[in-house]
């Protein structure tokens, strides 16, 4: 059990370098005002009811009354409508991305809801249930609503991403069907369904033997796909398939998460959490990281890595500024850490942190400009409003009393080259683990 695994940890690191020693004292209450954020753009969230953000550590759901998945619509920095949306969080934060125009959202199911009342896993990364769903939602002013549900596409869909020209790319899990692509209809229907063939470029020695997300660049045919959470491989698409642009990239850290294209496509920038397997590197890990990319221009070559970058701990999302000049990581830091006695003062437990990122759009070079931490728990995405100058922040619970039963949308503002926070939260259903901006 996975408890036992903590305690039997627990006494070995209190017994060598006590807890207090490398504490981090900070109060478990932000002192955040549930007010309206500014944010110049609309955006949606997705939430994950079915599980605490400490039941990766400990399998404890801790299931509660009205708890259910949720895609939520946000305007004007408030919560204006919600819609239950069954997804996960048991996957990078890229389940859920929006048609060009606004109009649709989709939203891929990587795992299955928990049965109702189930008060634990042993393990929540293989006991959920198979996911099989994609749903698509129509979003007006104020309001959501299911248009299409599709099943069979592929299982434990992993990501899903819309290019400018409307082609949806979903990762999933099905052997020979890794890549799934689609359109969506006037009607709001998931139409044009294909499955590809990735042949994805696995090692004898990849733990994962899966494609976690694809990313399609502003070309709506150049593809960045995450390869077991160790390379990046690029495909392109064509009227005749898929094909892989070159060889894969290698090096480029300890475990990977989610990425993004600039907007002229001509680098793909993506997280490395600096994860490793074993419990006793979760309280150990040191800084992730952020790796800029530029795709290979013949069939046969390498990508080359233009930049690479130090941010806080364990970054799964990020954001790029419409202008493609700015990146924003959200880092978890340690806040999955259970809560455990001898985990109460460790270092990074209590905050996550944000990290503003410069990029320059000719080389890809990059450099941490500002970090800002404030509590919660197990964020995982971040995005830009339209203007470059606000961001929202999905945080999945705060650690203590009822906000352990809420999930939150943080807001910072941007000036000149330092964050500030802006002391306002929207409260959502528990799990908000995902954002998209909308036009």
């Known amino acids: 059990m996975a408890w036992k695994r903590w305690t039997v940890l627990g006494v070995v690191v209190v017994a060598t370098v006590g807890c207090a020693a490398v504490g981090d004292f900070a109060s478990d209450d932000p002192g955040l005002r549930e007010a309206a954020g500014v ?25 509660f009354e009205g708890a259910g998945d949720e895609l939520i619509l946000i305007e004007n920095g408030a919560v204006t409508a919600t819609i239950a949306a069954s997804n996960s969080v048991i996957s990078w934060p890229q389940v859920v991305d929006a048609t060009p125009d606004g109009r649709f959202a989709v939203v891929v ?14 393990s929540v990364y293989t006991d959920f249930p198979v996911g099989e769903t994609v749903s698509v939602y129509a979003v007006d002013e104020g309001a959501l609503r299911l248009t299409d549900t599709v099943s069979g596409v592929g299982e434990n869909m992993q990501s899903v991403d819309i290019a400018p020209n ?19 209809s006037e009607a709001g229907e998931m139409v044009d369904v294909a499955s590809h063939d990735l042949s994805p470029p696995y090692r004898d020695d990849d733990a994962e033997r899966r494609i976690r997300t694809i990313h399609i660049a502003s070309d709506g045919v150049t593809l960045a796909a995450n390869v077991a959470n160790r390379r990046v491989q690029f495909y392109r698409l064509s009227g005749d398939g898929v094909a892989p642009m070159g060889r894969p990239t290698e090096d480029l850290g300890s475990r990977l998460a989610v990425g993004k294209w600039t907007p002229d496509g001509e680098f793909f920038v993506v997280t490395d959490t600096n994860w490793a397997d074993g419990t006793l590197h979760m309280l150990t890990q040191g800084p992730g990281a ?47 850490l259970p809560d455990l006695p001898f985990l109460a003062a460790w270092q990074g437990r209590r905050e996550y942190s944000v990290s503003l990122v410069s990029i320059d759009p000719e080389t890809g070079a990059m450099a941490e400009l500002d970090r800002a931490y404030t509590a919660g728990i197990l964020p ?10 606000n961001l929202a922040v999905a945080v999945f619970h705060r650690r203590k009393g009822a906000d352990r039963l809420r999930g939150f949308i943080d807001f910072y503002s941007i000036e000149g080259d330092t964050l500030a926070r802006q002391d306002v939260t929207q ?12 036009p």
Do not use: C, K, W
């Open 290 to 336: 952020l790796t800029a990319i530029r795709p290979p221009t013949t069939g046969a070559g390498a990508p080359l890595i233009t930049g690479r970058v130090s941010v806080g701990r364990s970054p799964e999302g990020m954001g790029m500024s419409p202008d493609g000049t700015r990146i924003a990581t959200i880092n978890m830091e340690r806040t999955y």
């Open 427 to 438: 409260p959502v259903m528990r799990g908000a683990h995902d954002l998209v901006r909308l």
């Open 39 to 63: 944010f110049s753009s609309r955006f949606l969230a997705v939430s994950d009811a079915d599980m605490t953000a400490t039941a990766y550590a400990d399998g404890q759901l801790e299931p």
């Open 380 to 389: 995982e995405d971040v995005i830009f409003d339209a203007a470059g100058e």
């Open 109 to 122: 199911e990587t795992r299955g809801p928990a049965p109702a009342g189930l008060e634990a896993y042993d």
């Open 166 to 184: 409307g082609q949806v790319v979903i990762a999933t899990e099905t052997p020979g069907a890794e890549l799934v692509t689609a359109q969506i």
